[in-house]
């Protein structure tokens, strides 16, 4: 009994003893094996490594400026078709409907023509009369003008003109020509029952039809013309001065997208400001804006566009993301030794996605990363370079 007391007074005192010796012990092996993984990345590079960026290689380039505007298609002619006759419609083209195109010359409208073919007989008629009545007097000036000279044929002063029958002679001439007046007024009033396309264009609006009475000045129709268009669109004042007039434009159609282009030119200013937004507004042409075949519509009148106008070619420029501009016009550069670099640069300027700059050398490694707290020295890897 006393030795078994003994032993257990011994083994809880040695326990007491052991279990903080053994606690010491695997602590200082733990530090022992974290100092030597320590070394051992050291030793192997993956300390500091620097932060992982992307970057774009500086390749100076000849560049030209894109000038992107958005405005509203108008045609170039638009006008009010009206008759100089008047008369009922007894016949109009197949194609006289909204959105029907023309030829120039071609017939739109038939004013009926009975009582201007009848004007027009009347009128040839009186011209026949007042010649034979030319004729008469003509005939009878001359015989008058032989008697006299055959009862004074030593010369004496000749008489008056009555004698000779010459006003009367005068006035059958006048009334010639007022009887050619009439006849060639009856026939362009004859010729005017036909309304033809003055250009190439489209039915606008229809006013009339077949049975419809119309006065002279009547509007029957409005047309645009085919040949030409014409987008006005404001231009920021920072743009203008990157503009050479006339320029290439391309127009692209919102409505579709931007999928139906047409090729235009930019040509002038125009001299009022846009009322909106007080802007310079530019005037482009587009021709062609209705093409035969290709496309289902055209460019119609009040059409939402987008233009691009080609300005000024820059040399030697550098092409940047705008991430990679940053404040005070500068960039970050990943220089040949692993660390950043600022570099100024001088903004020429800003369009959508990229920047325009000068001030680079080639082979320029622009840092496009953001990184935060960035200083100048700072290590930097590039991404694809030994890293991920």
């Known amino acids: 009994m006393g030795n078994r007391m003994v032993n257990e007074m011994a083994a809880k005192s040695l326990l007491r003893v052991g279990l903080p010796l053994v606690t010491i012990f695997a602590g200082v092996a733990a530090m022992l094996i974290l100092s030597h993984m320590r070394e ?3 030793r192997h590079g993956l300390q500091d490594s620097g932060a992982l960026v992307e970057v774009v290689e500086a390749v100076a380039q000849d560049y030209r400026v894109t000038i992107r505007a958005t405005g509203v298609v108008r045609a170039r002619r638009w006008v009010q078709i009206a008759p100089q006759v008047a008369g009922r419609v007894v016949w109009v083209a197949p194609g006289f409907v909204e959105g029907g195109r023309f030829r120039k010359g071609e ?3 038939q004013i009926e023509r009975k009582d201007y073919l009848i004007a027009l007989k009347d009128a040839e008629a009186k011209l026949s009369r007042a010649l034979q009545e030319l004729e ?14 055959r009862l004074h044929p030593d010369g004496e002063e000749p008489p008056t003109s009555l004698v000779f029958y010459e006003p009367q002679f005068k006035a059958a001439e006048a009334a010639v020509e007022a009887a050619r007046a009439a006849r060639e007024k009856a026939a362009l009033d004859l010729q005017r029952t036909e309304i033809k396309a003055p250009f190439d264009c489209r ?20 047309v645009v013309g085919e040949e030409m268009a014409e987008a006005v669109v404001p231009v920021p004042p920072g743009d203008v001065m990157w503009l050479e007039l006339p ?9 579709e997208g931007g999928k139906a282009t047409w090729k235009g030119r930019a040509v002038r200013f125009l001299p009022e400001v846009d009322p909106a937004g007080r802007l310079p ?3 482009v042409e587009i021709p062609h804006p209705f093409p035969d075949g290709g496309r289902s519509i055209g460019l119609a009148q009040e059409s939402f566009v987008e233009v691009l106008v080609a300005g000024k070619r820059l040399e030697r420029v550098y092409l940047l993301p705008a991430k990679a501009l940053r404040r005070g016009n500068a960039v970050w550069i990943a220089g040949s030794d692993g660390l950043l670099h600022v570099k100024k640069v001088e903004l020429l300027r800003r369009e959508e996605g990229k920047v325009v700059v000068r ?16 200083a100048p020295g700072m290590k930097v890897r590039e991404a694809g370079k030994g890293g991920s």
């Open 281 to 283: 507004r530019l005037l």
């Open 359 to 374: 001030g680079l050398d080639d082979g320029d490694r622009v840092i496009t990363t953001m990184i935060q707290g960035a």
């Open 40 to 42: 051992e990345a050291g």
């Open 247 to 255: 320029a290439y434009a391309e127009v692209r159609l919102l409505d």
């Open 136 to 149: 008469v007097a003509r005939n009878r000036s001359a015989v008058e003008r032989r008697q006299w000279e």
């Open 107 to 109: 017939k739109l409208i």
């Open 203 to 222: 039915i606008s609006a229809k006013k009339v039809d077949v049975g419809a009475y119309v006065r002279s000045g009547t509007v029957v129709a409005e």
